[in-house]
T-cell receptor, first 115, second 113 residues
């Protein structure tokens, strides 16, 4: 149980393109999902908390107009990197938990490369 | 200093035990976790321990918690080459109804034959 699926696993695109990443909880409902960014050999940096049916809560320093988050259902959250530039290249990982006091389960991540 | 600290590298021989250590600063931490990340993949929850526990064992994995010293360790018995990965220690406490973990920088475990 507690499987989180993330797609796509890898994206390579030109500068200026908008890229959408999907995060799905396959066998449980998640009122809250989380989006992280990971730089090489670094820890995970929490970008935002995605709440079903309401606006996402962004961490300090994360541009909400740059990283659009939509949590349309209890099993799906999307992160759209708008007008991506090379500095947005990174590994993006989502997570979800069945309950607020339960551990988070992570997707397999999306490697985004902007040329 | 960082909230969660762990050494960056550990090298062991196949068949030996591995011990990965972690220290944290927040005495209010409620849950402490160990995650495993293989190259190019997301994080896999290995195990977690509630702050009122001292030890938890699950097959080859043993987690020890010293709450007084704010020290958490993960012992992997009979380490195999497939255990080579980055291991993240994390801690969380209740905040606005959620338990959002704070991660360490990860310990890269290298298992050689």
């Amino acid at each position: 149980g507690a499987v989180v699926s993330q797609h796509p696993s890898r994206v390579i695109c030109k500068s200026g393109t908008s890229v959408k990443i999907e995060c799905r909880s396959l066998d449980f409902q998640a009122t809250t999902m989380f989006w992280y960014r990971q730089f090489p050999k670094q820890s995970l940096m929490l970008m935002a908390t995605s709440n079903e049916g309401s606006k996402a809560t962004y961490e300090q320093g994360v541009e909400k107009d740059k990283f659009l988050i939509n949590h349309a259902s209890l099993t799906l959250s999307t992160l759209t990197v708008t007008s991506a530039h090379p500095e947005d290249s990174s590994f993006y990982i989502c997570s979800a938990s069945m309950r607020a006091d339960q551990p988070q389960h992570f997707g397999d991540g999306t490697r985004l490369s902007i040329l | 200093g960082e909230d969660v600290e762990q050494s960056l590298f550990l090298s062991v021989r196949e068949g030996d035990s591995s011990v990965i250590n972690c220290t944290y600063t927040d005495s209010s931490s409620t849950y402490l976790y160990w995650y495993k990340q293989e190259p190019g993949a997301g994080l896999q929850l290995l195990t977690y321990i509630f702050s009122n526990m001292d030890m938890k064992q699950d097959q080859r994995l043993t987690v020890l918690l010293n709450k007084k010293d704010k020290h958490l360790s993960l012992r992997i018995a009979d380490t195999q080459t497939g255990d080579s990965a980055i291991y993240f220690c994390a801690e969380s406490m209740a905040s606005g109804g959620s338990y959002i973990p704070t991660f360490g920088r990860g310990t890269s475990l290298i298992v050689h034959p």
